[in-house]
């Protein structure tokens, strides 16, 4: 947790003093992102891929007060993007020390609260709320309650002695406990209908009622959600009263080019060994293959976790061709994409009729993003003396307890050898299983353009004849 900084105002009296105002979330994140747009600040850190489409639509919808639905397929970075509606938050914001909401202290809500502010006046006392401690978050299941959102009547304290008459007999759910803060409901669809209906007011009225107390709350919250639109037309739906309160709809999509989604496996992976870019390269396109595949079903999409899951897929195979051979450091070569398609076979769904199919079509599609990965980095290079080295023969053998520097020792000196690594941003003073990890992607290239042969068991593979 964040220290509260020592100077701030601990008092009601002190927070007037200084010229404290309330102000709405809505006015709050009005002006911080304007502050942000204004000073050419990123208002959205680790946000790939949305500058031109999704994050203008949605600064919009902030601008404009508006309660937002993020509609897209999964894996597309819905739920990250609302997360970093929270740095748009002031860092500090004043509440009432005890109370159970985060009521400003100028400005209380509840009874209790009330009651107190006018018996104490500017002896008040004030504590301060962190802007991550005001973005909270709900995966909409379906065992949640109205309860679990809004709130209910609570046993504890009407046996305390309150009537069941009484308003502080509530206790508060998820929705009013975010009070002058943003509640995100993921995959809103999920939700019962009759769960959706609780929100009417939420949304609209801005309050709260709980099984028929007169209580209203001027509640101030921005309420956020996502949905995915397979969801949102067949297995679950958002009710049309709810949707027509959303101010804005905004559609999410995967990258748009192969440079965005090496930035969002670079940025998300977590990668146990080195995974050069032209590997990196062949993954984005993998995916990219994948969602534009008729075998795939388009429907549910191929996720961004996908790419994130194979980079790291690679860089483990990576680590244990090292313990394997006692090659350092660890780096990726193309060997490694082999272990790709059978072990993420389960995170993409196949269209009916592509039963036992699966890991041939992955397969296809990998190789064929080797192919254009190689195309993109050798343009305009002549490869033809090195499929005549290895002709003429100089086989190069390679696999899980191949080290590096053997590919390389298995081919004679060759100038192009020195321009393939240079293509693959290698110098060539570089460790040598960089410089492998660029021989074989030229290797393997030869091999899809029906230049060279290739020949796999279970652990090596020979290229040749």
Same mark, same amino acid.
């Given at each position: 947790?964040?220290?509260?900084?020592?100077?701030?105002?601990?008092?009601?009296?002190?927070?007037?003093?200084?010229?404290?105002?309330?102000?709405?979330?809505?006015?709050?994140?009005?002006?911080?992102?304007?502050?942000?747009?204004?000073?050419?600040?990123?208002?959205?850190?680790?946000?790939?891929?949305?500058?031109?489409?999704?994050?203008?639509?949605?600064?919009?919808?902030?601008?404009?007060?508006?309660?937002?639905?993020?509609?897209?397929?999964?894996?597309?970075?819905?739920?990250?993007?609302?997360?970093?509606?929270?740095? #748009?938050?002031?860092?500090?914001?004043?509440?009432?020390?005890?109370?159970?909401?985060?009521?400003?202290?100028?400005?209380?809500?509840?009874?209790?609260?009330?009651?107190?502010?006018?018996?104490?006046?500017?002896?008040?006392?004030?504590?301060?709320?962190?802007?991550?401690?005001?973005?909270?978050?709900?995966?909409?299941?379906?065992?949640?309650?109205?309860?679990?959102?809004?709130?209910?009547?609570?046993? $504890?304290?009407?046996?305390?002695?309150?009537?069941?008459?009484?308003?502080?007999?509530?206790?508060?759910?998820?929705?009013?406990?975010?009070?002058?803060?943003?509640?995100?409901?993921?995959?809103?669809?999920?939700?019962?209908?009759?769960?959706?209906?609780?929100?009417?007011?939420?949304?609209?009225?801005?309050?709260?009622?709980?099984?028929?107390?007169?209580?209203?709350?001027?509640?101030?919250?921005?309420?956020?959600?996502?949905?995915?639109?397979?969801?949102?037309?067949?297995?679950?739906?958002?009710?049309?009263? #709810?949707?027509?309160?959303?101010?804005?709809?905004?559609?999410?999509?995967?990258?748009?080019?192969?440079?965005?989604?090496?930035?969002?496996?670079?940025?998300?992976?977590?990668?146990?060994?080195?995974?050069?870019?032209?590997?990196?390269?062949? #993954?984005?396109?993998?995916?990219?293959?994948?969602?534009?595949?008729?075998?795939?079903?388009?429907?549910?999409?191929?996720?961004?976790?996908?790419?994130?899951?194979?980079?790291?897929?690679?860089?483990?195979?990576?680590?244990?061709?090292?313990?394997?051979?006692?090659?350092?450091?660890?780096?990726?070569?193309?060997?490694?994409?082999?272990?790709?398609?059978?072990?993420?076979?389960?995170?993409?769904?196949?269209?009916?009729?592509?039963?036992?199919?699966?890991?041939?079509?992955? $397969?296809?599609?990998?190789?064929?993003?080797?192919?254009?990965?190689?195309?993109?980095?050798?343009?305009?290079?002549?490869?033809?003396?090195?499929?005549?080295?290895?002709?003429?023969?100089?086989?190069?053998?390679?696999?899980?307890?191949?080290?590096?520097?053997?590919?390389?020792?298995?081919?004679?000196?060759?100038?192009? #050898?020195?321009?393939?690594?240079?293509?693959?941003?290698?110098?060539?003073?570089?460790?040598?299983?960089?410089?492998?990890?660029?021989?074989?992607?030229?290797?393997?290239?030869?091999?899809?353009?029906?230049?060279?042969?290739?020949?796999?068991?279970?652990?090596?593979?020979?290229?040749?004849?």
């Amino acid at each position: 947790m964040n220290d509260v900084p020592a100077n701030l105002p601990r008092t009601a009296g002190d927070l007037r003093a200084a010229g404290h105002l309330p102000r709405s979330i809505n006015q709050e994140l009005h002006d911080n992102l304007l502050a942000k747009l204004r000073a050419g600040e990123d208002a959205w850190p680790g946000i790939v891929g949305f500058s031109r489409t999704v994050l203008p639509q949605l600064e919009r919808a902030l601008l404009a007060g508006h309660d937002v639905v993020l509609l897209g397929e999964r894996g597309q970075g819905k739920t990250r993007l609302l997360r970093t509606l929270a740095g #748009l938050l002031d860092e500090w914001t004043p509440v009432i020390e005890g109370a159970e909401l985060g009521e400003h202290p100028l400005d209380p809500i509840t009874p209790e609260s009330r009651r107190r502010a006018a018996e104490l006046g500017d002896a008040l006392p004030v504590t301060w709320r962190h802007r991550d401690e005001r973005y909270t978050e709900k995966l909409a299941t379906p065992d949640t309650s109205v309860g679990d959102l809004i709130g209910d009547v609570d046993p $504890v304290k009407v046996a305390e002695g309150r009537s069941l008459g009484d308003p502080e007999t509530i206790h508060f759910g998820l929705v009013p406990r975010a009070h002058r803060g943003i509640v995100a409901i993921n995959e809103l669809p999920d939700l019962a209908e009759r769960i959706q209906v609780a929100l009417l007011n939420v949304m609209e009225e801005r309050d709260i009622q709980v099984r028929g107390y007169t209580l209203r709350l001027p509640l101030d919250v921005l309420l956020v959600a996502t949905a995915n639109p397979e969801d949102y037309t067949n297995r679950g739906r958002i009710i049309t009263p #709810l949707k027509d309160r959303f101010g804005a709809e905004i559609r999410t999509h995967y990258p748009l080019d192969v440079e965005a989604e090496i930035a969002v496996v670079r940025q998300e992976a977590h990668l146990v060994a080195e995974v050069g870019e032209p590997l990196l390269e062949v #993954l984005a396109r993998f995916v990219r293959n994948l969602r534009e595949s008729p075998a795939i079903d388009q429907r549910s999409g191929v996720s961004a976790r996908f790419a994130v899951a194979a980079a790291e897929t690679v860089g483990a195979a990576a680590l244990r061709r090292s313990a394997l051979t006692g090659e350092e450091p660890a780096v990726a070569r193309p060997v490694d994409l082999d272990a790709v398609p059978a072990v993420l076979r389960g995170k993409v769904e196949f269209e009916p009729g592509e039963e036992g199919r699966e890991t041939e079509h992955l $397969v296809h599609l990998l190789r064929r993003a080797v192919a254009e990965t190689a195309r993109s980095r050798f343009a305009g290079l002549d490869l033809l003396p090195l499929a005549d080295a290895v002709e003429s023969g100089h086989l190069v053998a390679t696999g899980e307890r191949v080290p590096g520097k053997d590919v390389l020792a298995a081919l004679p000196e060759l100038p192009v #050898l020195h321009d393939v690594a240079a293509r693959a941003g290698v110098a060539p003073d570089e460790p040598a299983g960089r410089i492998a990890a660029a021989v074989e992607l030229a290797l393997e290239s030869l091999f899809l353009s029906r230049r060279l042969a290739k020949d796999s068991d279970d652990s090596t593979t020979v290229y040749g004849r």
